[in-house]
């Protein structure tokens, strides 16, 4: 079974100020997906980034950075300079996938990150 | 611009009514997924679909849900009869095939209130 743990339930920062929201998983499988999904006030899931598990290369969208590491099977997920939109709840994912296609997503229970203007 | 399309977005109705919800995946996509929301129980996985043929429905009570997928372009999510433990956002989400992309997508929830 797999399993995804987001330690931090709640995160507060000032604007302007970096915050990295932490995830550690867990799965016996190889082969493998990691995501980061971001939930607004609003509702709805924002897909942000997907991570194969062979590609451990971090990756960087603007104000964004990603930090894969398999040897402490963490996925961690850095804002810099942050601003007040950034406000949400965020969500990692693990997904296994089989020849065929995606297999279901384990999400863990989020981090409320909320930007203090 | 591909999007998950999820009908309705928000629903009121009484406890013991019958509440379908419907999902329109992105086109192409071949895995379609059922998940809900609620407070308690963070995002859960109710079912899921390949190729319109059920792979794991094992997070869904099976007395009062069932899930389908009629054709390629729609999925069904229905509860009969809705319970006010119902109540929770219901998302729909899509995905590709290994090789071309492997990213899911959600849709934006339908919001579920059963008083």
């Known amino acids: 079974a797999q399993k995804v743990t987001q330690a931090q339930t709640e995160i507060s920062v000032v604007e302007k100020e970096d915050v990295t929201l932490d995830c550690v998983y867990e799965?016996?499988?190889?082969?493998?997906?990691l995501f980061w999904y971001k939930q607004p006030p609003s509702g709805e899931l924002v897909f942000l980034i997907r991570?194969?598990?062979?590609?451990?290369q971090n990756e960087i969208s603007g104000r964004y950075s990603w930090n894969f590491q398999k040897s402490t099977s963490s996925f961690n997920f850095t804002i810099t300079a942050s601003q007040v939109v950034d406000s949400a709840v965020y969500f990692c994912?693990?997904?296994?996938?089989?020849?065929?296609?995606?297999?279901?997503?384990?999400f863990g229970t989020g981090t409320r990150l909320t930007i203090i203007p | 611009d591909a999007r998950v399309t999820q009908t309705p977005r928000h629903k009121v109705t009484e406890m013991g009514q019958e509440v379908t919800m419907r999902c329109q995946p992105i086109?192409?996509?071949?895995?379609v997924f059922w998940y809900r929301q609620t407070m308690m129980q963070g995002l859960e996985l109710l079912a899921y679909?390949?190729?319109?043929?059920?792979?794991?429905d094992s997070g869904m009570p099976k007395d009062r849900f069932s899930a389908e997928m009629p054709d390629a372009t729609l999925a069904t999510l229905k509860i009969q009869p809705s319970e006010p433990r119902d109540s929770a956002v219901y998302f729909c989400?899509?995905?590709?095939?290994?090789?071309?992309?492997?990213?899911?997508?959600f849709g934006e929830g339908s919001w579920l209130t059963v008083v």
């Open positions: 679909f390949r190729n319109r043929a059920p792979l794991d």
């Open positions: 989400a899509s995905g590709l095939r290994r090789g071309s992309g492997n990213t899911i997508y």
């Open positions: 991570r194969n598990s062979f590609d451990e």
């Open positions: 799965t016996r499988d190889t082969t493998y997906y």
């Open positions: 994912a693990l997904s296994l996938i089989s020849n065929f296609g995606n297999e279901k997503l384990t």
């Open positions: 086109l192409g996509h071949n895995t």
